[in-house]
């Protein structure tokens, strides 16, 4: 934390360990990686080779992120396309808070990325010249974005790895949550994973049992958190666990108040706690418009790239619309897309399929969008190896921060991040494992109960409307002081189940984001403060958070701040 900084503190009465029945069994693995999607797919399958590899995953091997992935992956493949503008607008986009050697690294290896996955089978769309079809998404100076089934490219990824990792002798543990890392001290006298507790889970969600699964490598790829907020484009699964599970552990997070609001997602109906549809940026690259309900363009003379402008750009200017509330419309704007016409239905077909079951069909009409919580762009303190700042524990995907995403990630940047650090871990595991630590017994439970999971709503509502694209500090506030009201109804009495282990990690999560979305006075990226509408250069830096005790510690502040 450099000298100019200072800490801030917060009471918080959250658990050090999730409640759950005492652990009956163990097993031993080399790795085990938490989480399903691309991250934790390919950092198993470059181990898997030479190492025994477990995944878990509390639902199934599909249900996270990854799946539902529109847009593709972003790599400089056109010959008329250079590493150094792929770096300059991942910077741009990130306004000031990228670490540029992690950035420059990304960009060099994201082609390799690309051509893996060709090989492991995946099929991308090919362009009128035969090659990979690409196309040109918001912040992007060049059309760099490699793309399958028109709009459904994460689907091709998650079942080309899918299957790549089966056939290769991963083994998966389903219906499984983990609960807690454990931990041991290893020769050098440092504190190092020893693996996971984890909770198998019956049909209905409740505990069948516990156990421990030892290991000498734990991969975090959990995902993001979307499932904090109503409004979300996340599927149900993405609640924070990773997060949640890394702050029980006493490690440092960073950034958490960056959370990405993708600024189109079809909206449908009035305070829909529903995952949303994705109405993928690749449409307004192919040229839909956005309007206002007035029919006033909503992006003209407001960015230079306009309906291209990155994400935290757009969402913010239709937030801002919206709260204008021209024709009396206040909860949402229109995307125009009826000028791709025909073509619409062969390039966007998911897209196609939701949007006329929601009575709406995009060659003809326009459609009804709103911004809503998408991608994380902080979270576990690690680097582009994914190593963390505890021995044998690793970070990948959107549960990481890597320097990578900055204030605002560039769009399609993910999933090529999560495809290079996945596979640089799985890499470097399969040359060297940590040694196996024995467990260290003398873990403290601060005897806080779990969350119900009836609360889930409070929480979620809370921040959709406290902590979502536009921030004001009394909302925050108040978002802090409901949150706190929430926690205090955890209980000893709340019976150990998925939903409920679940509700209790999103209040976790939401607190942290609450917490570091107040102390950051100035608009950044996709923080939006009204009260502080422009960047400071005073906080051209990060802010960590952590818990220590009975408070959550924040740390980088500035002392003019």
């Known amino acids: 934390m450099p000298n100019n900084a200072r800490e801030q503190r917060r009471a918080v009465q959250l658990p050090s360990q999730l409640a759950a029945p005492k652990a009956s069994w163990t097993r031993e693995v080399d790795v085990v990686v938490l989480g399903s999607g691309a991250a934790g ?66 960009v060099r290896d994201a082609p390799t990325a690309i051509s893996y996955l060709e090989k492991l089978g995946a099929a991308f769309d090919p362009g009128a010249d035969g090659l990979r079809a690409l196309t040109r998404e918001g912040g992007h100076s060049r059309s760099r974005i490699v793309h399958a089934g028109g709009d459904q490219s994460g689907a091709e990824i998650q079942r080309t790895l899918d299957e790549s990792a089966i056939n290769a002798g991963v083994e998966v543990l389903d219906h499984a949550f983990a609960l807690d890392l454990v931990f041991g001290v290893s020769a050098g006298a440092r504190r190092q994973v020893a693996g996971v507790r984890i909770a198998l889970l019956n049909e209905d ?20 958190y979307g499932q904090v907020f109503a409004s979300t484009s996340n599927p149900a699964a993405v609640t924070g666990d990773g997060h949640a599970l890394a702050l029980r552990a006493g490690m440092t997070l960073s950034d958490l108040e960056f959370v990405q609001f993708h600024p189109t997602v079809l909206w449908q109906e009035v305070g829909s706690t529903k995952q949303q549809t994705l109405i993928s940026e690749a449409v307004r690259g192919e040229g839909a418009i956005l309007f206002d309900a007035a029919g006033e363009r909503i992006m003209q ?41 025909e073509h619409f239905a062969e390039r966007f077909p998911f897209i196609t399929k939701s949007c006329l079951a929601a009575g709406i069909d995009p060659r003809t009409d326009r459609i009804p969008v709103a911004p809503a919580a998408h991608y994380t762009c902080g979270g576990i303190v690690s680097n ?24 605002n990630r560039l769009a399609s940047n993910s999933l090529t991040e999560s495809l290079v650090v996945g596979t640089r871990v799985g890499r470097n595991l399969a040359w060297q494992l940590p040694k196996r630590v024995a467990v260290d017994e003398s873990v403290h439970d601060n005897g806080v109960g779990l969350i119900d999971d009836s609360s889930r709503a409070t929480v979620r509502t809370t921040m959709s409307k406290h902590v979502g694209v536009l921030r004001k500090p009394e909302g925050l506030q108040t978002a802090i002081d409901t949150l706190a009201e929430v926690a205090g109804q955890s209980s000893s009495d709340v019976v150990a189940t998925r939903r409920n282990f679940e509700a209790t990690n999103i209040l976790m999560v939401a607190t942290a984001v609450a917490a570091t979305a107040l102390a950051r006075t100035e608009s ?31 740390a980088g502040i500035p002392s003019e701040g």
């Open 301 to 341: 003379g407001v960015h230079p790239q306009e309906d291209l402008a990155p994400r935290d750009v757009v969402a913010a200017a239709i937030s801002r619309r919206m709260a204008q509330a021209p024709a009396g419309v206040d909860d949402h704007v229109f995307l125009d897309a009826t000028s791709i016409g």
């Open 41 to 106: 797919l390919a950092a198993a399958l470059a181990a898997r080779p030479v190492r025994e590899v477990l995944i878990v995953t509390k639902d199934t091997l599909d249900a996270g992120s990854t799946a539902w992935a529109q847009g593709g992956l972003a790599a400089v493949l056109d010959p008329g396309d250079t590493f150094a503008e792929h770096v300059r607008d991942t910077l741009d986009a990130g306004a000031g808070l990228c670490d540029e050697a992690a950035v420059t690294s990304l």
């Open 384 to 407: 582009l190896d994914g190593t963390t700042e505890v021995d044998g524990l690793f970070a990948v995907g959107e549960v990481a921060y890597t320097g990578v995403h900055g204030a």
């Open 205 to 224: 969600g409740t505990v069948a049992s516990v156990g421990i699964v030892l290991a000498r490598a734990v991969v975090i790829a959990t995902g993001g």
């Open 524 to 554: 950044r990226g996709c923080h939006r403060r009204t009260d502080t509408p422009d960047q400071r250069d005073v906080w051209k830096r990060h802010l960590s958070v952590s818990i220590d005790g009975a408070s959550l510690l924040i």
